[in-house]
């Protein structure tokens, strides 16, 4: 015979067992599956990922934004990984940039297949930001196969430029050199000539490029592209102190004259600049191109970088300037001149 109260704690017990069975089978629409609540509760990451994700939703200010973003892109949690894709999947959202970014700085395997889509997306908004995050993924054969078909069939100019940065950063490889150099001489934007740059620096690894320094020139091109074009191949040689660009800086700021004076007094430690440090000064005044032109060469060619192939070919470049029309030259490029011939002959 059962007892009463043993009868009612067993009707109350499987009342309890019903609903959570109930429970397990019915989820709330945007409430987190078993396994992902399991995953937050017991996991430090996942509960740094849902704190994240909640700000996302309460903050507006875009710096903030930005810095959430990046902090998923470093949360390899489940939640934090079907968030970041979830972003990649929509067609605009206001955090899809900084996501493309976030897993291109933090690669994400996990992740890869929907960043190639958004890659191979010609109408997509981001899609050179996630031509350029795939140049990451340095050990995935499908990030490399993605970016050699963008760079051969590439839609936009733009597209196959990216692709090319993109796939000199993966495979350390001059394969794909020759299509590279032969885009690079027909590239219009000056975007696509810094990603050209860069694809080349990686895959012409003595520097050939460089012979074709003053092409440029050649081509007519205006003087922001040429101070941008020289100071890109000053930053991967690494010249300076000074940068070149902050030559350039000085002298578009500057009213008068004397943006060079600074360069110059640090530069006195070559011979060349030192015996001819009010000549320098002079020449620029009056614009006396043959005269610098003529100091430069003669430095140029006493010195030597045998030993170094880039800057061997980068004086082979520079000494094409005896061959060009003085007419073809004007201030922005006889800084790149003396700049470039200083660095060398120190060298």
């Given at each position: 015979m059962w007892n009463p109260t043993t009868l009612v704690f067993i009707f109350g017990f499987a009342l309890i067992l019903v609903e959570a069975l109930v429970a397990l089978r019915i989820q709330e629409i945007g409430a987190y599956s078993s396994q992902a609540a399991a995953q937050v509760v017991f996991s430090r990451h996942g509960i740094r990922a849902v704190s994240m994700i909640e700000r996302?939703?309460?903050t507006s200010d875009p710096a903030k934004r930005r810095m959430l973003m990046l902090n998923l892109g470093g949360n390899l949690n489940y939640l934090a990984t079907r968030e970041l894709r979830s972003i990649l999947a929509s067609p605009f959202h206001v955090d899809k940039l900084e996501a493309v970014r976030a897993i291109g700085d933090r690669p994400r395997k996990s992740l890869l297949d929907d960043l190639i889509k958004v890659a191979?997306?010609?109408d997509s908004y981001v899609q050179l930001d996630a031509i350029a995050a795939l140049g990451s993924y340095r050990k995935e054969e499908k990030a490399k196969?993605?970016?050699i078909n963008l760079l051969l069939h590439g839609r936009w100019a733009s597209v196959r430029s990216m692709a090319s940065k993109s796939l000199a950063r993966i495979s350390d490889s001059d394969e794909y050199l020759d299509v590279v150099n032969e885009l690079s001489r027909s590239a219009k934007?000056?975007?696509?000539?810094?990603d050209y740059l860069v694809a080349?620096?990686?895959m012409d690894k003595?520097?050939?490029f460089f012979q074709e320094f003053f092409i440029f020139v050649e081509q007519g091109r205006s003087g922001t592209f040429r101070q941008t074009s020289y100071s890109v191949v000053a930053s991967l040689l690494r010249f300076?102190?000074?940068?070149?660009a902050s030559l350039y800086e000085d002298r578009n700021l500057s009213p008068t004259k004397a943006y060079l004076t600074g360069f110059l007094s640090e530069a006195r430690d070559l011979t060349m600049i030192d015996q001819n440090y009010n000549d320098i000064i002079q020449i620029f005044a009056k614009e006396?191109?043959?005269?610098?032109?003529?100091l430069c060469l003669e430095s140029l060619r006493s010195s030597d970088v045998e030993a170094d192939s880039s800057l061997n070919n980068l004086k082979e470049g520079l000494l094409k300037a005896e061959t060009m029309s003085l007419e073809s030259f004007d201030v922005i490029d006889m800084i790149a001149l003396l700049y470039f011939t200083y660095f060398i002959s120190k060298s």
């Open positions: 996302l939703e309460r191979q997306d010609d196969n993605v970016l934007h000056i975007d696509e000539v810094i080349k620096r990686f003595d520097g050939r300076g102190p000074p940068s070149l006396q191109w043959s005269m610098l032109v003529d």
